[in-house]
């Protein structure tokens, strides 16, 4: 049996109510107007997706998940998508960052890797046979440096469930690059294998590594796994103040073809 709770929202605002599945729902007498869920990341930032067309049922839907979780909220929006980014702004929330979309070019022909290599005494392994402790920790360390991502603490287990998904896990485009003297681990690249759909998850290395060639190495390697399977492209995400990978893409050839916006609501006692 399904037992809802009711929680508090201002009288004119539609009911809410929680189910037990996590769901906060929006209704007017029996009739669903909205609903949202609210999701804590391993970095502890609570996201919030809402899904109403009725501002009032938006408002009270963002309230009552603030007043239950008295959290800073955060949101992702399309910067297309002018009508919601105003609605949010006027429930309080302000712009925290945001991230340009690209698509980039496989072929080594327009991207120019077709020289790229690792600097001597770095090789690199396939993910599928990474030490798992390590791959996890390396994880961790780059994402202290991708805007938006920092204090990302990963459990063992989840880190697994996700990695090794077979819905997305593609060994030959998820690589590590390691330094060969010592087995520790400078960099990777993963693309995420979504069905017909590739989508760089990270580039990243680490900071004594940097500058000598190893993102462009890891990228032109799984590239060319795309490339030869024929994907011609690869979606990518950048955050607009990272300036090292919007160069890195741009020189790659990649085409801007959007942009997202991060909302914060910051928590405040009413
Ligand atoms: C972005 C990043 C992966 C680049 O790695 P890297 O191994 O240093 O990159 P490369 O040496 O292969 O550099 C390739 C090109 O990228 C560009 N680039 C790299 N770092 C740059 C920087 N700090 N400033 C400007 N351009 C930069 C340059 O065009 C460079 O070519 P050049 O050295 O001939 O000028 C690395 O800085 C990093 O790990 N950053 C933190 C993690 C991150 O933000 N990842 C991306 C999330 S989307």
Redesign the pocket.
């Known amino acids: 049996m399904t037992v809802l709770r009711l929680v508090g929202v201002p009288p004119t605002a539609p009911r809410i109510v929680r189910a037990p599945d996590g769901e906060w729902r929006a209704l007017d007498g029996d009739q669903s107007v909205g609903r949202a869920r609210a999701v804590q990341r391993p970095d502890r930032r609570w996201f919030v997706a809402l899904d109403s067309q009725r501002a009032d049922a938006y408002e009270a839907l963002l309230h009552a998940i603030a007043e239950d979780l008295q959290q800073d909220l955060y949101m992702t929006v399309d910067e297309s998508d002018h009508e919601l980014l105003q609605r949010c702004r006027q429930l309080g929330c302000t712009v925290n960052r945001r991230e340009d979309e690209y698509l980039v070019p496989t072929d080594a022909d327009v991207t120019g890797l077709t020289d790229a290599a690792l600097p001597a005494g770095l090789g690199h392994v396939s993910a599928a046979e990474a030490d798992e402790d390590q791959l996890r920790a390396l994880d961790e360390v780059?994402r202290e440096?991708?805007?938006g991502a920092n204090g990302w603490v990963n459990d063992p287990r989840d880190f697994r469930e996700y990695t090794f998904d077979a819905r997305h896990f593609d060994p030959m485009t998820y690589l590590v690059a390691v330094d060969e003297a010592t087995g520790g681990y400078a960099?990777l690249v993963r693309v995420w294998n979504d069905p017909g759909n590739p989508r760089?998850g990270?580039?990243?290395?680490v900071a004594a590594?940097?500058?000598?060639?190893?993102?462009?190495?890891l990228l032109a390697t799984a590239f060319r796994a795309l490339h030869d399977r024929g994907f011609g492209q690869v979606a990518?995400?950048?955050?607009v103040t990272?300036?090292?990978?919007t160069?890195?893409l741009r020189?790659l050839g990649a085409r801007r073809t959007g942009g997202s916006v991060e909302l914060i609501r910051g928590w405040r006692p009413a």
Do not use: C, Y
């Not at 990272?242 to 990978?245: G, P």
């Open positions: 780059l440096d991708v805007p960099g760089l990270l580039i990243g290395v590594h940097r500058r000598r060639g190893v993102a462009r190495a990518a995400e950048v955050d990272n300036a090292a990978s160069e890195l020189r």
